[in-house]
C-alpha cells in the first residue's frame, strides 16, 4: 500500500478512536504489505520505522497534541530511534504493534514500541525520541503539556533509553 494513503488512512482512523492521555499504550493490528517485502522476503528494516511514524501520527492526533501543535504553529520531530529486530514478518503476515510512552526529559518524550506476531512472539522492539518544534527551537514539554490540559512531570527514563542516550553523545561526538 502506498505510504501516502497509509498516512490518510492513520489520519482518519486516528480521528475516528477515542482520545488518549498523554502516557496511554495504544495497539494496532497491522498486515506486511508487498511494497514492505525487501530480497529477503521479510519487512524491510527502514519500514519498521515508517510504521512508527504512522504509530506515532495516530498518538498525536489521539491525545490532541496534533491539534495544539496546528495552533501553535509547531512541528513534530523525531530525534532519532534505537531498534533491534529478532524475528522476520513476512508477505501478508498479521502483527500487532503496540506503542507507549515510556519517559520524558525537559523536551524529549521517549516512546516504546514492539512489534508482536499474533501469537506475541516479540519480533522488534525499541525506543524513538520526538518533540515539538518552534521558531525558537525545542518546545518545553512543560509548555506543550500545559497547551493540551495536563501537568507534565519529567519521568524517569528506562536504563536502555539512559544507554541509548550515552551511546548517541559518543557517537556524535565522533568525527
Known amino acids: 500500500m502506498n505510504l501516502w494513503l497509509r498516512l490518510v488512512w492513520a489520519l482518519l482512523r486516528a480521528h ?18 508487498p511494497g514492505d517485502v525487501d530480497i529477503n522476503g521479510h519487512m524491510n ?9 504512522l504509530m506515532l501520527v495516530e498518538y498525536f492526533v489521539r491525545s490532541g497534541f496534533a491539534r495544539v501543535m496546528v495552533r501553535s504553529g509547531w512541528r513534530p520531530m523525531s530525534g532519532g530511534a534505537v531498534i533491534t529486530y529478532r524475528k522476520g514478518l513476512t508477505p501478508g503476515q498479521r502483527y500487532k504493534l503496540r506503542f507507549a510512552l515510556a519517559g520524558a526529559d525537559h523536551a524529549w518524550n521517549f516512546m516504546r514500541f514492539e512489534f508482536l506476531r499474533e501469537d506475541d512472539t ?11 518544534v518552534g521558531r525558537d527551537g525545542l518546545v ?11 501537568a ?18 559518543a557517537v556524535m561526538n565522533e568525527g
Not at 18 to 31: D, V
Not at 122 to 132: N, Q
Not at 140 to 150: E, I, K, T, V
Not at 155 to 163: G, I, K, Q, Y
Request: charged share 20%; glycine share 8%.
Open 16 to 33: 475516528r478512536l477515542p482520545r488518549i492521555a498523554p502516557g496511554a499504550t495504544i495497539e494496532r493490528r497491522l498486515r506486511v504489505w
Open 45 to 53: 528494516n527502514g519500514r519498521y520505522l515508517t510504521i512508527i511514524d
Open 122 to 132: 516479540l519480533c522488534a522492539a525499541g525506543y524513538m525520541k520526538g518533540a515539538a
Open 140 to 150: 518545553p514539554n512543560a509548555q506543550s503539556y500545559a497547551r493540551m490540559g495536563h
Open 152 to 169: 507534565f512531570e519529567a519521568t524517569p527514563l528506562p536504563a536502555a533509553v539512559e544507554h541509548w542516550l550515552a551511546a548517541e553523545r
